[in-house]
C-alpha cells in the first residue's frame, strides 16, 4: 500500500464512524419520536409466552427500549388465561413487570406441576397482591373498616362491582333491605358516615 493511500484511510476512518454514530442516532431519534427514551423490564411465567406492547412484541423475559407515555401490555400461551396491563411511564423511567399467568386448561395445569418452583413463585405474588389491593381499597372506601353491618331493617356488605368486573380496585355495596323502610334508614346510615349514595355503585336486594 502506498503512503498516500495510507493517509487516505486514516482519514476515511474517523469519518465513517462519525457517519455510523450519526446513523444510530438518527434510529434512535426515528424509534422514540424525539421525545427520550424509557425502559421496561420484564419477567414472565411461563418464559415462554408472548408479550405484545401496543400489538408488537418485545422480549417476555429482560430490557426493552421504549417511548415515554403510555402502554398496554398483552400476555398469552396456550392453555393459559391472557393477561393484560397498562401502564404510563416517562422520559428516563424503568417499568418492571412480572406476569404470572394463571392456567384455564390442562396444558397449563401440566405446566405448572413441572415446574412447582414457579407455581409457589405465582401464589406467593397473587397473595402479596391481593394484600395489597385490600390496603388500596380501604384506602379508598374507607367504610369498608364497618362493613359488614346489620342494622335496623337493613343489612350491607361489599363486592365486586357489575360496572366494573374488572378492576380489582373498584367495589359496590350490596344492600338488602328486610322492609321497606330500611332502604331510607340504609341511606341515612351511610351518609352519618361519609358516604354519598350517588358517589358508590349500591346494588339493592330484598
Known amino acids: 500500500m502506498e503512503l498516500e493511500d495510507i493517509k487516505q484511510s486514516r482519514w476515511l476512518l474517523p469519518v465513517m464512524a462519525g457517519a455510523l454514530l450519526l446513523v444510530v442516532v438518527l434510529l434512535v431519534t426515528l424509534f422514540t419520536g424525539g421525545e427520550g427514551t424509557a425502559r421496561i423490564l420484564t419477567r414472565s411465567v411461563p418464559d415462554d409466552l408472548v408479550l405484545t406492547m401496543d400489538g408488537k412484541q418485545i422480549d417476555a423475559n429482560g430490557e426493552t427500549v421504549i417511548k415515554p407515555g403510555s402502554h398496554t401490555l398483552v400476555a398469552k400461551r396456550s392453555g393459559f388465561a391472557d393477561e393484560t396491563q397498562t401502564f404510563t411511564i416517562e422520559k428516563d423511567q424503568t417499568y418492571n413487570v412480572t406476569f404470572f399467568l394463571d392456567d384455564n386448561g390442562p396444558e397449563?395445569?401440566?405446566?405448572?406441576?413441572?415446574?412447582?418452583?414457579?407455581?409457589?413463585?405465582?401464589?406467593?405474588?397473587?397473595?402479596?397482591e391481593f394484600e395489597e389491593n385490600g390496603k388500596k381499597l380501604k384506602a379508598k372506601y374507607p367504610i369498608l373498616e364497618k362493613l359488614p353491618f346489620l342494622g335496623p331493617g337493613f343489612e350491607i356488605n361489599y363486592g365486586q362491582s357489575r360496572q366494573h368486573p374488572d378492576d380489582p380496585l373498584t367495589i359496590a355495596l350490596y344492600i338488602k333491605v328486610i322492609y321497606p323502610a330500611g332502604k331510607q334508614i340504609a341511606i341515612d346510615?351511610?351518609?352519618?358516615?361519609?358516604?354519598?349514595?350517588?358517589?358508590i355503585e349500591i346494588i339493592w336486594t330484598s
Open 108 to 128: 397449563g395445569r401440566e405446566w405448572y406441576d413441572k415446574h412447582p418452583n414457579e407455581e409457589l413463585e405465582k401464589e406467593a405474588e397473587k397473595g402479596k
Open 189 to 199: 346510615w351511610l351518609k352519618s358516615n361519609g358516604v354519598e349514595p350517588g358517589t
